[in-house]
């Protein structure tokens, strides 16, 4: 039996694994949908889920979390169903994050994938996308319809603005922001500003030396040029055929609707990497 605090407020029909966790003074609301609460997961206490809401494998959420909570949007209607949230496995949620539900009254719902770790009173907003191995630190904040992609870092207040997407291994430096696009591997330092590769995170992955070479010289020799989009592209083709990473920038370009992050240098005129521009 599912170890549950008599403190926890439960809705009718709420499935809870047999070996996972409900703190004191947890509520779970299915007044507007299911929840269901995978093998070991864990709410601390004082956590409030409103369905539809499934929590994946592993998780733990603590106190003050907020997960499915009404999609901070104007045009929501109250009359529609949500698809709710879906959190994926051994996700860390903290204090005072927040998850909301998706708005489109379709069938995707807002998504947490697997790994994630989201720190205190970061925030999705409805309908968005976190991909596996993100992390959200302390005060990050995704807009409504935002997509990161696998291994993305927003550090501490970094925000991304609705409808926007950051590729594979990109990163935010404290309290930047962006309302474009963000290639694959690029750093984000600023407002609006593409500053350098993450080039440790690369590593980490496990992407080929030869490959972070190559993405090296089109960032420092293509990107860095702030072309349109199609001549940045074309110049870039001849060196994906030998490197996969820099197919993957290709397609993330491609498949966009918004405008891309720009590159610019630091305030002393250099970049994350020290050189002068």
Not at 4 to 27: E, K, L, N, R
Not at 33 to 41: D, M, N
Not at 108 to 135: L, Q
Not at 208 to 225: K, M
């Amino acid at each position: 039996m599912p170890s549950i605090h008599p403190t926890a407020t439960i809705g009718s029909g709420v499935q809870v694994a047999d070996d996972a966790s409900i703190g004191p003074f947890c509520v779970l609301d299915t007044s507007l949908g299911p929840i269901v609460i995978e093998s070991g997961v864990v709410l601390l206490a004082h956590v409030h889920v409103m369905g539809p809401v499934r929590i994946g494998a592993g998780t733990r959420i603590w106190p003050y979390a907020t997960i499915g909570g009404e999609p901070q949007d104007v045009k929501f209607d109250r009359t529609r169903p949500t698809p709710g949230v879906t959190i994926g496995q051994d996700c860390v949620i903290r204090e005072q994050a927040s998850v909301h539900a998706a708005s489109n009254g379709k069938d995707k719902p807002t998504i947490v994938g697997d790994r994630v770790y989201m720190m205190v009173n970061a925030h999705v907003g409805h309908d968005a996308h976190v991909s596996n191995d993100c992390v959200l630190v302390n005060n990050s904040c995704l807009g409504g319809h935002a997509f990161i992609g696998e291994r993305v870092i927003l550090s501490a207040g970094a925000l991304l603005h609705q409808f926007c997407r950051v590729g594979r291994l990109g990163m935010f430096s404290g309290s930047s922001v962006s309302s474009a696009d963000v290639l694959p591997f690029c750093v984000v330092w600023g407002r609006n500003r593409v500053c350098a590769l993450n080039v440790v995170g690369m590593r980490r992955a496990g992407i080929p030396r030869d490959d972070i070479t190559t993405v090296r010289t089109v960032f420092r020799d293509i990107i860095r040029r702030n072309l349109p989009r199609e001549q940045m592209i074309a110049e870039m083709e001849p060196f994906a055929r030998s490197a996969p990473a820099v197919q993957e920038i290709i397609d993330f370009a491609r498949s966009g609707k918004k405008p891309l992050c720009p590159y610019g240098t630091h305030h002393d005129g250099t970049d994350d990497e020290g050189e002068h521009r």
